[in-house]
């Protein structure tokens, strides 16, 4: 079982910066790859970015390329999600989420997800 922990959204001018955290617990977390999602209101929740296990492999969403960075670090349990130059396009809830195996895989929606946290970038 793993469980996983948003924190970090707040409301942030266009142009500026905020960096979301997601703290994991559960014995079989490290081996997993690690997602970060986005729901805004009336639409659908879609991929953001992911990164494998060891944390050296990423992908992102064209949407979001060149202005986020996802990252971890294994001694916290803690996956990453820096976002530079925000856009009011940005405003959604941010999901953390976790998948079944160690490598990035967008095919299928991961299973364990945390309850998100709200980003909300002002115009």
């Known amino acids: 079982q793993v469980q996983l922990v948003e924190s970090g959204g707040g409301l942030v001018q266009a142009g500026g910066s905020l960096r979301v955290s997601c703290v994991a617990s559960?014995?079989?977390?490290?081996?997993?790859?690690t997602y970060w999602y986005r729901q805004a209101p009336g639409k659908e929740r879609n991929f953001v970015a992911g990164?494998?296990?060891?944390?050296?492999?990423?992908s992102y969403a064209d949407s979001v390329k060149g202005r986020f960075t996802i990252f971890k670090d294994h001694a916290k349990n803690t996956t990453y999600l820096h976002m530079n130059n925000l856009k009011p396009e940005d405003t959604a809830v941010y999901y953390c989420?976790?998948?079944?195996?160690?490598?990035?895989?967008?095919?299928?929606?991961?299973?364990?997800w945390g309850q998100g946290t709200q980003v909300t970038v002002s115009s």
């Open positions: 989420a976790a998948g079944t195996s160690s490598y990035i895989s967008t095919t299928n929606l991961p299973p364990y």
């Open positions: 559960g014995s079989t977390f490290t081996y997993r790859a």
């Open positions: 990164i494998n296990w060891r944390g050296d492999t990423t």
